[in-house]
């Protein structure tokens, strides 16, 4: 029976996110309440706005992929270990022996930390449960006890919802989504980054007042700061920055431009396909916990409707690979991450209110985190990839995305005591950024009290 269940589960988990969530939305949806043609339409209004973003995501990583490596040898970077990025993590994070349990798992802290107050996120997402799988399934492939696994998803899982307790004040605060919250993904665990680069700017005379956005620039040089001709003028650079000709460089603006009008376009048809769910169970868990408050967990996909988030993540194509260059030691080729840098940088950009100044210097020390950590972890990647049968004769794999989060790196580093004074140094920074952030979000919190007081 378990094996029954096991299987389906994998079953329904290897047709990706845009089968597999619409299934999951419209059968919550209708045991909910919701009625069951509406229920229909939302999971599949859900599965085109992901079969949307996959279509722009492919794109982007057939366009920007080339591109960045062209720029790569032109300018003769010798890193020998290539990204695999979130579109090949994820399919082996799915793989391992762990994952059919993973989803279970997760779903039970989050109910557990919901009855005991713990939390106030409500994680729809089960596609993304995938970043806690992956903590488990590294842990529990490099250490070999399922045990060990089990903990590390049951880890990731709780400090995640606390991250959608911590950043659902900024997501009412600058995206305007009242009650949703992105609780796991690279933007919510790196967030809290931003939150000291956004206090020690604070601190600085003159430099504190400096405030840049597509908005402001709009406003001084009208129709050239728009997102469309933003996306225009990067893509064009990138193109040329990797030695393109005019014929070649030119087009890769004009599908940048695309991706800034086409983006916010898709994210609004996976807002529409959730809204009834989301409605639904705010009001029963209003009913059943009084006047308690609860966020909705989505992913991290719905913040690329800001066009300050993609005009950042564009930005973040070369800044990227120059950060690779400066990392101490690193060996890894930013390549598969590349196109959907805006995942790592989103909360960053809210976090500093639109203003890609801000956003420039605490973009680059997540990057530079992020690029140091999956140096780290590159044999336990790999052998991951060796387990799964998914290394297709690679020596060596690497990820940013998952590969390079200090909650994996950190809680894997307690068992296997490879690098512990690097595990200490990254735990310690991690905790201030924490610390930080709820300093952050509480202020949030009190800001938004009392805009609703007046």
């Given amino acids: 029976m378990l094996q029954a269940i096991s299987d389906g589960i994998q079953y329904i988990i290897d047709m990706g996110a845009s089968v597999m969530l619409p299934i999951v939305i419209a059968i919550i949806s209708i045991c909910v309440g919701v009625k069951v043609g509406k229920a229909i339409r939302s999971g599949l209004m859900v599965g085109v706005g992901f079969v949307g973003l996959d279509?722009?995501?492919?794109?982007?990583?057939?366009?920007?992929?080339?591109?960045?490596?062209?720029?790569?040898?032109?300018?003769?970077?010798?890193?020998?270990?290539?990204?695999?990025?979130?579109?090949?993590?994820?399919?082996?994070t799915w793989a391992s022996n762990i994952a059919t349990v993973a989803i279970p798992v997760a779903i039970l802290v989050n109910i557990v930390?919901?009855?005991?107050?713990?939390?106030?996120?409500?994680?729809?997402?089960?596609?993304?449960?995938?970043?806690?799988?992956?903590?488990?399934a590294i842990a529990y492939t490099v250490t070999g006890s399922f045990w060990i696994g089990i903990?590390?998803?049951?880890?990731?899982?709780?400090?995640?919802?606390?991250?959608?307790?911590?950043?659902?004040?900024?997501?009412?605060?600058?995206?305007?989504?009242?009650?949703?919250?992105?609780?796991?993904?690279?933007?919510?665990?790196?967030?809290?980054?931003?939150?000291?680069?956004d206090a020690v700017i604070d601190k600085i005379p003159g430099v504190r007042k400096i405030d840049i956005s597509a908005d402001s620039l709009q406003e001084k040089v009208g129709v050239l700061a728009e997102p469309i001709v933003i996306g225009g003028i990067l893509g064009t650079v990138v193109g040329f920055l990797a030695g393109y000709g005019p014929q070649e460089a030119l087009p890769l603006g004009v599908k940048m431009s695309a991706v800034m009008v086409l983006m916010p376009k898709i994210v609004k048809c996976i807002m529409d396909g959730l809204l009834p769910l989301s409605e639904r169970a705010k009001e029963l868990l209003t009913n059943k916990f009084g006047s308690s408050e609860f966020y909705i967990g989505l992913d991290p996909a719905i913040l690329l409707g800001d066009s300050q988030v993609v005009?950042?993540?564009?930005?973040?194509?070369?800044?990227?690979?120059l950060i690779a260059v400066i990392v101490p030691g690193n060996r890894i080729l930013p390549f598969g991450?590349?196109?959907?840098?805006?995942?790592?940088?989103?909360?960053?950009?809210?976090?500093?209110?639109?203003?890609?100044?801000?956003?420039?210097?605490?973009?680059?020390?997540?990057?530079?985190?992020?690029i140091w950590i999956a140096?780290?972890?590159?044999?336990?990647?790999?052998?991951?990839?060796?387990?799964?049968?998914?290394t297709d004769g690679t020596s060596a794999m690497a990820a940013l995305d998952q590969g390079g989060c200090p909650i994996t790196y950190v809680f894997t580093q307690l068992f296997t005591r490879e690098n512990l004074a690097g595990a200490a140094v990254i735990a310690a920074i991690y905790i201030v950024c924490i610390l930080f952030a709820l300093r952050c979000s509480k202020k949030r919190a009190a800001a938004l009290a009392a805009e609703e007081d007046e």
């Fill in 55 to 92: 279509l722009i995501v492919n794109m982007m990583n057939s366009q920007l992929g080339p591109a960045a490596q062209a720029m790569s040898e032109r300018f003769g970077l010798s890193l020998s270990v290539v990204d695999i990025g979130w579109p090949g993590a994820s399919p082996m």
């Fill in 113 to 136: 930390m919901l009855l005991l107050k713990l939390t106030k996120t409500v994680n729809i997402d089960i596609w993304n449960i995938w970043h806690m799988t992956f903590t488990g």
């Fill in 151 to 197: 903990l590390g998803i049951v880890v990731h899982a709780a400090i995640s919802y606390k991250l959608g307790d911590l950043w659902a004040p900024l997501m009412e605060d600058y995206f305007e989504l009242d009650g949703l919250t992105v609780p796991h993904g690279t933007a919510a665990y790196m967030g809290p980054v931003a939150c000291v680069i």
């Fill in 311 to 321: 005009t950042a993540g564009l930005i973040f194509i070369p800044l990227t690979l």
């Fill in 337 to 370: 991450d590349l196109a959907t840098i805006s995942f790592f940088i989103a909360i960053a950009v809210a976090v500093h209110k639109g203003n890609l100044f801000r956003t420039l210097f605490s973009g680059s020390a997540i990057m530079f985190m992020t």
């Fill in 375 to 390: 140096n780290q972890t590159i044999p336990w990647l790999t052998a991951l990839g060796q387990a799964t049968g998914s």
